[in-house]
C-alpha cells in the first residue's frame, strides 16, 4: 500500500503578490489582465467568494467585483517560490512529480525521516511552508494519485484531508461526478441523461456498459469509480504538451464568433503556459464539428515560439485557415507541443 500526498497551494500567484505587497492583503486580486482586457491567471480567495475565477475574462472578473484589483504576473518570482517549496519537498523524499508551479505529488512510502505516517508529513511539510515562506497549502493524503488530489481539495484554503483505504469507496459513492478529475462538462451532461449524478450512481455500470456509453474512457472511469490508480509518483515526469480546448452549449455558426471564441481560448493556452519555463516549437488549432468530424492545423517554428508575439502570429494564421466554415463547430482547441529541452532551451530562456 503505498503513501502519497499531494500538495497544492492556496492561490499561488495571488498570495505570492499579497505576500510581496502588503497593502493586497485581505483584498480582492486578480493576477493578470486588466479591467478592460485580457485573462485572469490566478484570484486571491477574497476575489473567489464573488466567483471570480483563473481562465476568466478579466471584464467579466471586474463585473463580478467591482473592487477587483488587477496585478500584473510576475513569474520569475513565482518560479523562485516554487524552487523554495520543492527544497522543502527534498527534506522528506525524493519522488516528487511536479504538475505546475504550485502542486506536485509525493510518494513517501519510503521518506527521509523515517516516519510510517503520511499524514504527519504532509503536516509538517504545510507547517515548513508557512513558517518559512508565509504561505498556506492544502494537502490530501491517500493511496494513490487519483484519490490524494482529490482530498487536497476538501478542505482549501490551508486544510489537511485523508482518505484512508477502507473509507475510499464511501467518499467516492458520495462525490458528484463533476469532481471526478477527467470527467469534463460534455461527458458530466451525458452522465446526467443516464441518470449517474455520484460516483455511486458510476459504480453501478459494468465495464461493457461503460464502453457501450464512454467508448475509450471506460477503463479509467471503471478503476477510478473503484478507487484504483496504479500510476507511480514520477519525478521524471515530461510535459508533452500544454493544451486548451472548449465545447460550447450552443453551436458556432458564423466567422465573427469563430474568431471570438478562438482568440478567447488562446488566451488561455497562453495564461497557462506562461511560466512553465518550455519553449515550444508546434502551435496547433483543433476544431470539431457539429457532426463531431474534426480537423487540425499546426505550425511549427524550429527555433521555438519565443514570444507572445509569434504565437499571435501564428494563431492568426491558423485561424485562417479554418475560418471558412463549412458546418456549425462545437469545439475548438489551442495546443502548444514540441518542446525544446536542455541547454538549448536554457539560452533561449536567458536570452
Request: contains cysteine; aromatic residues 10%; hydrophobic residues 40%.
Amino acid at each position: 500500500m503505498r503513501k502519497i500526498i499531494h500538495i497544492d497551494m492556496d492561490a499561488f500567484f495571488a498570495s505570492v503578490e499579497q505576500l510581496d505587497d502588503p497593502s493586497l492583503r485581505g483584498k480582492p486580486v486578480a493576477v493578470g489582465g486588466s479591467k478592460e482586457r485580457g485573462v485572469i491567471a490566478a484570484a486571491s480567495y477574497e476575489a473567489r467568494k464573488f466567483g471570480v475565477r483563473s481562465a476568466m475574462s478579466s471584464s467579466q472578473g471586474a463585473k463580478l467585483c467591482k473592487d477587483l484589483i488587477f496585478v500584473k504576473p510576475r513569474f520569475k518570482r513565482y518560479k523562485e517560490v516554487s524552487r523554495q517549496i520543492r527544497e522543502i519537498f527534498l527534506r522528506y523524499t525524493d519522488l516528487i512529480e511536479p504538475l505546475s508551479l504550485d502542486e506536485a505529488f509525493l510518494d513517501v512510502t519510503e521518506n527521509k525521516i523515517g516516519v510510517a505516517s503520511a499524514t504527519f508529513i504532509a503536516q509538517a511539510i504545510r507547517n515548513d511552508i508557512q513558517t518559512e515562506l508565509s504561505l498556506t497549502a492544502s494537502a490530501g493524503v491517500s493511496y494513490n494519485k487519483f484519490l490524494a488530489k482529490l482530498a487536497s481539495d476538501v478542505d482549501k484554503p490551508n486544510g489537511l484531508y485523508v482518505i484512508e483505504p477502507e473509507k475510499a469507496i464511501e467518499f467516492l459513492d458520495a462525490l458528484p461526478i463533476e469532481r471526478f478529475f477527467g470527467v469534463g462538462k460534455v461527458m458530466a451532461s451525458r452522465m446526467h441523461e443516464l441518470q449517474i449524478f455520484k460516483g455511486k450512481h458510476l459504480r453501478r455500470l459494468s465495464l461493457d456498459e461503460l464502453k457501450q456509453y464512454f467508448g475509450t474512457s471506460a477503463d479509467y472511469l471503471y478503476s477510478i469509480s473503484r478507487g484504483i490508480d496504479n500510476r507511480s509518483v514520477n519525478r521524471e515526469r515530461e510535459r508533452k504538451s500544454i493544451a486548451v480546448e472548449n465545447t460550447f452549449s450552443i453551436d458556432i455558426f458564423d466567422k465573427a464568433n469563430f474568431q471570438l471564441e478562438a482568440d478567447h481560448i488562446f488566451e488561455q493556452l497562453w495564461t497557462r503556459f506562461q511560466g512553465t519555463g518550455l519553449l515550444p516549437k508546434t502551435l496547433s488549432i483543433k476544431v470539431k464539428y457539429a457532426d463531431f468530424s474534426q480537423v487540425t492545423r499546426s505550425r511549427t517554428e524550429e527555433t521555438g515560439i519565443r514570444s507572445k508575439e509569434t504565437a499571435t502570429e501564428i494563431k492568426n494564421e491558423l485561424i485562417l485557415q479554418l475560418i471558412e466554415m463549412e458546418k456549425p463547430i462545437r469545439l475548438i482547441g489551442f495546443q502548444f507541443s514540441n518542446f525544446i529541452d536542455g541547454e538549448f532551451q536554457q539560452l533561449h530562456l536567458e536570452l
